[in-house]
C-alpha cells in the first residue's frame, strides 16, 4: 500500500466572511419562519381542496350507502359492555357484609390494631383490614383528657401467643402499624 499524506481540513473564515455566513443563515432562518406562518394561514383551505382529489366513484359509493336502522340497532346490541369493575366492587362489598355479620369468636385476648381521634381514618383501616381477611370492629371510647377515640380491634384470640401471631403478621404488612395485645374484658 502506498503511504498517503493526509493533511487535516481547515475552513476560515475572516470577520467579513463570518459575517457574511452568520447573515445568510439568519436570513434563510427567517424566510423559513415567514413561509411557514403562510403555509399555516392557509391550512384549512387544504382540506377543500383535498376533497376534490377524492375520485368521484369513492365519493359515490359513500354518498349512496343506505343507513340500516335494524343493523345499528343489532350492532349496538351486540356491543358488550364491560362490567368486570362492577362486578369486582359488588363481590368486594358482598364479602364485607358476609364478614361483618359473623359474631366474632369469644376469647381471653384481643389485638388493638390502631386508635384515631378521626372516624374516617379508622372506617378506612376497617376496611382494609377486611380486604386482608380479618374481621376488625371499630369501638368508641370516651376518654376523660383526651376525648373520643375510635379504636380499631381483633377479638376473639384464645391465647396470647395467636394474638401475637396475627400482630406480627400484620405489622409486617401495614407499615405503619405497630399494634398491641390485650386482654379482652368483656
Not at 389485638?111 to 382494609?128: N, R
Request: aromatic fraction near 10%.
Amino acid at each position: 500500500m502506498s503511504s498517503r499524506k493526509l493533511r487535516d481540513f481547515e475552513f476560515k473564515l475572516g470577520k467579513l466572511g463570518l459575517i457574511l455566513f452568520i447573515f445568510g443563515i439568519s436570513l434563510f432562518l427567517f424566510f423559513a419562519f415567514i413561509f411557514g406562518v403562510e403555509v399555516g394561514q392557509n391550512i384549512e383551505s387544504y382540506t377543500k381542496k383535498n376533497e376534490i382529489v377524492i375520485p368521484a366513484i369513492k365519493k359515490q359509493k359513500i354518498a349512496e350507502r343506505p343507513i340500516d336502522v335494524e343493523e345499528a340497532k343489532k350492532k349496538e346490541e351486540s356491543d358488550f359492555k364491560l362490567t368486570f369493575y362492577d362486578t369486582l366492587t359488588r363481590k368486594r362489598e358482598e364479602s364485607r357484609k358476609e364478614k361483618e355479620k359473623n359474631p366474632p369468636v369469644k376469647g381471653k385476648y384481643m389485638v388493638q390494631v390502631a386508635s384515631f381521634k378521626d372516624k374516617k381514618k379508622a372506617e378506612t383501616l376497617h376496611g382494609k383490614l377486611l380486604d386482608m381477611g380479618y374481621s376488625p370492629k371499630v369501638d368508641l371510647i370516651e376518654l376523660n383528657s383526651k376525648g373520643k377515640w375510635f379504636r380499631v380491634r381483633l377479638k376473639g384470640f384464645e391465647t396470647s401467643k395467636d394474638a401475637k401471631e396475627v400482630a406480627a403478621d400484620l405489622d409486617k404488612k401495614v407499615r405503619w402499624i405497630k399494634c398491641l395485645v390485650v386482654k379482652d374484658k368483656e
